[in-house]
DNA sequence: AACTCGGGGTG
DNA sequence: CACCCAGAGTT
């Protein structure tokens, strides 16, 4: 039975069920239409056509996800197409040549896979009569196997009734749970496994597996995800609270400090903009860009002394996210129209309305220009 | 928990 | 150029 006779008869059974009607309820665990949803996308979205689905055999299942470790479908998929060329079944790896092997590898990087792989068939001909265990104790046990890809083994190969936690479904899981903290932390990681196993549905997990390596791979992307294509939209957490960009938290590279600044956009009442020149020395230095204080209330002590008005009145916008080498600094922008400067205020601190049409002569930071240029 | 393995794609 | 990718093994 291939992939699409076995899924060929699911729209139809998805379709009893309205798994587009589900309310945007919260994310929750459990008893869910998580993989029903996943499940009519994959039908009708999904790959078909991956090499390794036709034929679909242990022998190929598993060389195609040891190929796949850390190495995108599109660069693995003709070195696949040669090896199984070469080598198309587990006897015949465990009886070639370890160069073969490495030749067949070479370019792909990572070649402890290679041998792992290699060492792995001559084990399964000692103790597993020549063909792969469908046993995941036995599975992880051989080399170059862990837990994620034994059990993607035994779900593609055999529908058994495993999860996966690859980076494909560490991004869609992080998102739709809105999961905080890297994926690579153990805790993190140990949430993320309760989480995929409690999603799994009680049948086509051949389908179901690959579903979610789909959509990680073509939807739920790590730059830039198609959220209007998911089916997963209505009710992932990252999605509803516009953290797409956020999660998965990236990993820690070293550690760089978050800084925190409020930054005034005032405006007088011909529309022209107060801008700050900015000390010599340190970030931005010269550069012309809006009143920026530590925190709130230095904020508003600066307001009171220098404009005629009302701190309160001003409007919070989106909080503005800027990564320097060194640390990320999150701006929280208030906006206020039609003040004016105290009338003892003068150009001794640096400060001047400009008009818009002023803005493009000016030094002005990025991210404060995208700001303040924003159509509005 | 941190480090290592790697070539290729991407912004 | 920096970062990430269908991870697993070692220290």
New binding site residues.
């Given amino acids: 039975m291939t992939a699409r006779s076995q899924s060929a008869n699911a729209p139809a059974r998805s379709r009893r069920k309205p798994a587009t009607a589900a309310a945007a309820a919260p994310a929750a665990a459990g008893d869910d239409t998580f993989a029903a949803r996943l499940l009519a996308w994959f039908d009708v979205s999904g790959r078909h056509d991956?090499p390794w689905q036709h034929p679909r055999s242990p022998y190929r299942v598993w060389l195609?996800?040891i190929m796949?470790?850390?190495?995108?479908?599109?660069?693995a998929a003709p070195y696949f197409e040669r090896f199984v060329a070469r080598l198309p079944d587990l006897p015949a790896l465990a009886a070639a040549e370890q160069d073969t092997v490495l030749g067949l590898w070479s370019?792909?990087?990572?070649?402890?896979r290679a041998r792992?792989l290699h060492a792995a068939a001559k084990l399964c001909v000692e103790r597993h009569g020549g063909e792969l265990p469908r046993d995941l104790d036995a599975l992880t046990a051989l080399?170059?196997?862990?837990?994620?890809?034994?059990a993607a083994i035994l779900s593609q190969a055999w529908g058994d009734r495993h999860a996966i936690l690859?980076?494909?479904v560490k991004?869609v899981l992080a998102r739709y749970h809105g999961i905080d903290g890297f994926p690579g932390?153990?805790?993190v990681e140990k949430r993320l496994w309760a989480l995929a196993e409690s999603h799994l549905p009680p049948a086509r997990m051949t389908d179901y597996t690959?579903a979610q390596?789909?959509l990680?791979?073509t939807v739920c992307t790590?730059?830039?995800p198609a959220c209007i294509l998911c089916p997963l939209q209505n009710d992932c957490v990252a999605r509803v609270h516009g953290r797409t960009a956020e999660l998965p938290v990236?990993?820690p590279?070293k550690a760089v400090p978050q800084r925190h600044a409020q930054v005034l956009w005032l405006l007088d009442r011909s529309g022209r903009v107060l801008l700050q020149r900015r000390p010599p020395t340190g970030i931005w230095a010269a550069l012309w860009t809006l009143p920026q204080h530590e925190d709130d209330e230095q904020a508003e002590r600066w307001f009171e002394t220098h404009l005629d008005g009302e701190y309160a009145d001003g409007e919070a916008l989106a909080p503005i996210a800027h990564a320097f080498s060194h640390y990320k600094l999150e701006l929280q922008p208030r906006r206020w129209r039609a003040v004016a400067l105290r009338a003892r205020v003068g150009d001794n601190d640096g400060l001047r309305w400009f008009a818009r049409e002023e803005l493009a002569e000016l030094g002005i930071p990025a991210p404060i220009r995208k700001l303040i240029e924003a159509a509005g």
């Fill in positions: 991956l195609s996800e796949l470790q850390q190495t995108q479908v599109k660069t370019g792909l990087g990572y070649y402890a792992n080399p170059g196997i862990g837990r994620s890809t034994a690859d980076g494909n991004r932390l153990p805790a690959q390596m789909d990680g791979a790590r730059a830039d990236p990993k590279g």
